[in-house]
């Protein structure tokens, strides 16, 4: 009836390629047997299930009947009592008896001596080997059908564990802003609000982003990425700088303009360790590399202090603070800087104030000596 040999290789290819259990494969096997066989040979309301031995090519059907109260049943010629389902209790409710489905309570003790209300009792049936053309492409749907559902599981299980990391994977199409990634088992989705702005992608290029979410939807499983998560940029310097995976050295807050500009405050649980240094590198390779990654996105890096005064000053690195006024009922900050000072202190189109008032959560006016002065307020992006 089988080519078992091919079936076996089936089993273990989709074990091995597609991470779908031996047992699940074979269940779905043996489910659509079963199937098959009810629609060719069984009769209405029967439940038939089977079992597929895949070392010897053996099968066996069997009739599953259910144990029921006489007083839960409407039994043939009785009339059927008239329920308000809103008011009937769950319990209260009956079901119409089919002797091929269910069997009485009394019935059923004959055959097993302590049965109860719920029981399953098995009643074996003729094995069976011809199935008509439609019962087998019946079976043939509901296997695939079960694997799909299997791999689905199996998918989600993988994916699951790397969700918060970085994966990486090949372009598959750029479709309405949107970059479609093959994933091997799943497709990755790269929203355009996800992106560095200033890459393009195209098809068959290699590309690393940072996993946020895996969902599952009627297409398969959907891995949503993003390149402009600050959490990526926290993942390429934890692969960089062993300090940071050890738990020496933390990164405790990140404010990220995509693509452009960086702010990253680290700390060191070590007194022997400089943090920023940790994500320097010797000669700036560690921080190199992962401006690399960012397509030449700068990062300033600098350490976090619980002192907000402190904090906010390493904030506006790589600009010098003449003084801070710190007003906490507004959480504003009032930073003097020298007229020189001043344009490195705001940045290009305000970019490093406002990087610096997201750093910190402080709002931040930049004062020169010259009484000049800028809120961080009125620097935002639109």
Aim: aromatic share 6%; glycine share 8%.
């Amino acid at each position: 009836m089988f080519d078992l040999k091919t079936i076996n290789s089936v089993v273990q290819q989709l074990e091995e390629e597609r991470g779908i259990p031996r047992e699940k494969t074979l269940e779905a096997i043996a489910m659509s047997l079963a199937t098959a066989y009810k629609k060719e040979y069984g009769k209405k309301g029967q439940i038939i299930r089977a079992s597929f031995d895949s070392n010897s090519g053996t099968v066996e059907f069997w009739q599953v009947k259910i144990v029921v109260d006489r007083a839960q049943v409407i039994m043939e010629g009785d009339e059927e009592p008239e329920t308000n389902l809103k008011e009937t209790a769950l319990e209260d409710i009956k079901i119409r008896f089919n002797p091929e489905q269910h069997l009485l309570t009394e019935d059923a003790r004959k055959i097993k001596r302590d049965a109860v209300v719920g029981d399953e009792l098995v009643f074996p049936l003729e094995a069976r080997a011809d199935f008509g053309r439609i019962a087998a492409q019946t079976a043939k749907q509901i296997i695939i059908q079960k694997i799909r559902e299997a791999e689905k599981v199996s998918v989600m299980a993988e994916y699951g564990q790397k969700e918060g990391e970085i994966v990486a994977g090949t372009v598959e199409r750029v479709e309405r802003g949107i970059v479609y990634i093959d994933m091997g088992r799943a497709v990755g989705v790269v929203p355009y609000e996800e992106q560095i702005p200033s890459e393009r992608w195209k098809t068959g290029d290699r590309i690393r982003a940072f996993l946020y979410a895996v969902e599952e939807t009627p297409k398969g499983i959907v891995l949503k990425l993003s390149r402009s998560h600050p959490k990526f940029l926290a993942k390429l310097f934890e692969a960089e700088a062993p300090e940071i995976s050890q738990g020496t050295v933390e990164i405790k807050i990140i404010a990220r303009e995509a693509g452009s500009r960086s702010k990253i405050a680290v700390v060191s649980h070590d007194p022997h360790i400089d943090p920023i240094g940790s994500l320097v590198g010797q000669r700036g390779v560690r921080v190199g590399t992962v401006t690399s990654e960012l397509s030449g996105e700068k990062i300033d890096i600098v350490e976090w202090n619980e002192d907000p005064a402190l904090f906010i000053e390493e904030s506006l690195s790589p600009a010098e603070v003449v003084s801070i006024e710190l007003d906490e009922k507004e959480h504003r900050a009032i930073i003097t800087v020298t007229e020189d000072e001043q344009s490195l202190a705001i940045g290009r189109g305000g970019q490093n104030v406002r990087l610096a008032a997201k750093l910190t959560g402080w709002k931040i006016d930049i004062r020169s000596s010259g009484s000049t002065e800028i809120s961080s307020s009125q620097t935002e992006t639109p």
